[in-house]
């Protein structure tokens, strides 16, 4: 039931979302930008992270994260086409972006993270969101964790997608959006607005058996979706949060 009310609530965001067509963050940015060609609204990009022989981080069950963030990125772009909407897709397959001359997994990490970077780059007038999962040494964490690059416009969002996350899914987790370190290469090295989400905690067993179900997946998803779509809206702030933990990208 209390399942039923959540989605009941995401879908509701979704629907405002939808009444409010193209997007106020979308008119925000073709009037600071002023230009004509930006007056269609930004096009998003979706990031799932890693993926082929990079698994990211490895679930307390094996899974490995480059899966769940495929899943999540996947269902997001069947909802955001019911919206008209069609995002550029990183990856759509369980893949590595590295060119053909990188042979060592190390060499094949760094080329695909250089390779996202200049699809993304290439894009004019693109907004990333980049998926993955955290892990940490102590399981007791969980929750989702919003990161924002330090490029214009990514603080807003990522407080958006982090305020969405606590209202319809996770109304325990007071965190709020934090920098990306600048460890994290992509998020460092693009021009564009950004967001990466950590979904969840891979070394929290219960949270770990969510990420791994379809349910959880299709809500986080849903959530995601619809913060998209309602960026630039009034909201409340969000509260300072509790628990800080770098991700695990
Ligand atoms: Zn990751």
Redesign the pocket.
């Known amino acids: 039931m209390r399942r039923c009310l959540l989605l009941a609530a995401a879908l509701a965001l979704v629907l405002v979302g939808l009444s409010l067509s193209v997007g106020i963050f979308r008119e925000q940015v073709a009037r600071v930008s002023g230009s004509a060609a930006i007056e269609k609204g930004p096009v998003l990009i979706l990031d799932a ?2 993926g082929g022989e990079d698994g ?2 490895v679930s307390v069950t094996g899974v490995p ?2 899966s769940i ?1 495929l899943s999540i990125v996947l269902k997001m772009r069947d909802l955001l086409a019911f919206c008209g909407t069609d995002p550029i897709l990183l990856r759509d397959q369980d893949i590595s972006l590295h060119s053909a001359d990188a042979v060592t997994l190390r060499e094949k990490k760094v080329s695909d993270l250089k390779n996202r970077v200049a699809a993304i780059q290439a894009q004019p007038n693109a907004v990333l969101l980049s998926i ?3 892990s940490f040494p102590e399981a007791r964490y969980r929750g989702t964790q919003v990161f924002f690059a330090p490029t214009e416009g990514s603080e807003a969002l990522a407080s958006h997608i982090q305020s969405a996350i606590q209202s319809a899914l996770q109304p325990e987790n007071t965190r709020a959006s934090r920098p990306i370190p600048d460890t994290v290469f992509l998020m460092n090295h693009i021009d564009c607005p950004a967001a990466l989400v ?1 979904c969840g905690f891979l070394t929290n067993p219960e949270e770990e058996a969510l990420l791994r179900s379809e349910d959880y997946q299709r809500s986080l998803s849903l959530v995601l979706t619809s913060a998209w779509l309602t960026a630039g809206a009034p909201e409340e702030s969000p509260d300072s949060g509790s628990t800080q933990q770098a ?3």
């Open positions: 992270g890693h990211g981080a994260e480059s963030n993955h999962q955290n950590e991700p695990a990208t």
